[in-house]
């Protein structure tokens, strides 16, 4: 005996309500705010901005001394006491200006001239600033492609709970009618009982669905650095806008060459070999101390001294050799993460690809899912289909038709991670 009921409103797809502005805005502001309030960036912004400092400093006056000390004495009869100040002040690498005075107004001022020394390489501090705002840039784009994935995910999640929500209400409706048939002793009672169960089943998966939602609500929120949740209300998009940022992304990065430069662990190895080649050169193989030494005294004395100094240590042939071998083991280091970043590159092409294979897939199942639907639509107004089974048939429909924008979603990270090799 087949009945039919009326369809109240219509089982929309992809039916988010109280849509706000475009996926791409709220994710920009959504970056906007996270580089604002999200530690882990904002501790990558402070050490670029020390490094910034330490290049901006000049190393030559790091050794720029001065001192004060006193000194007492007692014989138990009379007590002496004497207070001198010594500075050290570099005026350039080879050249430096010293002297003393003491309380009695006695002491002296002189040059110290150090040929064999050598100027303080600041490529270090150069290297180190260049990594730090490399990788800044590359955790920003990190940060944004992980704020990206939490906000589709959060989207998909709401989603799935109203087709969820859909799908209990269309089976609590199959499962009043079962009743009503088991009432006219058409349907038996274990029909009955297996409708039911079938209702409590899909309603009781609901508290997944729920949970899921707040799960990748914390996980964004986490992502912007927000500590109480109340803060802030997270906007919502339409889905289907996905689609359209995958064609644009599509013309950003088709027939373009990709670069392993542009990938943060190459640029740190490379630079790490030429801080290593920078402090072998910088090394001499044996650097002893020479030093011409000139001081005028208060009193106007003039003297002068020659002091050369060495010993074991001042043999740098082990350091050196160490340094050589190191070089070495990072350039093949460094070729090795070359390698593997091209192998990303690599892999990342030939996965878009497969995911326009898969989306190409859905969409002819979608299209045969067509057909299916207006036969029934068909049937339906001959009074010869049931009304919930066509409800059914559009809450799968609904179903595929998310498969195809998960589908969609997978391309456009991938697309994202890819875009950032250019």
């Known amino acids: 005996m087949k009945k039919k009921y009326i369809i ?17 805005e709220n994710i920009e502001n959504f ?10 960036y904002l501790s990558a912004f402070s050490q670029m901005e020390n490094a910034k400092d330490d290049l901006k400093s000049d190393p030559l006056y790091y050794d720029s001394s001065m001192s004060l000390s006193s000194n007492i004495s007692s014989d138990f009869s009379s007590v002496d006491s004497t207070t001198s100040l010594s500075i050290d002040i570099p005026i350039f690498e080879q050249l430096s200006l010293n002297g003393t005075i003491n309380s009695d107004l006695d002491g002296n001022i002189g040059f110290v001239y150090s040929p064999l020394n050598k100027a303080e390489s600041t490529v270090s501090n150069e290297i180190a600033y260049q990594n730090s705002s490399i990788y800044l840039n590359e955790y920003k784009e990190s940060l944004s492609l992980e704020i990206t994935k939490a906000y589709l995910n959060y ?5 799935e709970l109203t087709q969820q929500e859909n799908l209990v209400e269309n089976m609590n409706k199959i499962y009043e009618q079962d009743k009503k048939l088991y009432d006219l002793d058409e349907i038996s009672l274990v029909d009955l009982q297996s409708s039911l169960l079938d209702y409590n089943e899909i309603k009781n998966n609901l508290k997944d669905y729920n949970l899921a939602v707040y799960k990748s609500k914390l996980e964004l929120y986490e992502l912007l650095g927000i500590n109480e949740t109340t803060n802030m209300v997270i906007p919502t998009s339409d889905l289907q806008d996905i689609i359209r940022l995958t064609e ?14 542009s990938d943060y662990s190459v640029v740190e190895a490379l630079n790490n070999i030429i801080v290593l080649e920078d402090s072998y050169d910088s090394l001499d193989l044996y650097s002893p101390t020479l030093n011409f030494s000139t001081k005028v005294s208060l009193d106007g004395v003039v003297s002068a001294s020659v002091l050369f ?22 350039k093949k280091k460094s070729a090795a993460i070359i390698q593997k970043v091209q192998n990303e590159i690599d892999i990342l092409k030939r996965t878009i690809e497969s995911d326009y294979q898969a989306i190409e897939n859905i969409e002819m199942e979608i299209e045969q899912n067509q057909l299916v639907l207006n036969e029934a639509k068909s049937l339906l107004d001959l009074d010869e289909y049931e009304v919930l089974d066509y409800e059914t048939l559009i809450i799968n429909a609904n179903n595929i038709n998310l498969n195809l924008i998960k589908a969609y979603i997978t391309l456009y990270e991938d697309q994202l991670n890819l875009i950032n090799y250019l």
């Open 155 to 159: 989207l998909i999640a709401i989603e």
């Open 248 to 261: 644009k992304l599509d013309t950003v990065i088709s027939d373009k060459e990709f670069s392993v430069m």
């Open 8 to 24: 109240f409103a219509a089982l929309l797809i992809l039916s988010l309500s109280s849509l706000s502005a475009s996926i791409s």
């Open 309 to 330: 100094k060495t010993s074991y240590s001042d043999y740098n042939g082990d350091t050196k050799e160490a340094l050589e071998s190191e070089i070495e083991l990072s």
């Open 31 to 40: 970056v906007s705010y996270a580089i604002n309030n999200n530690t882990d």
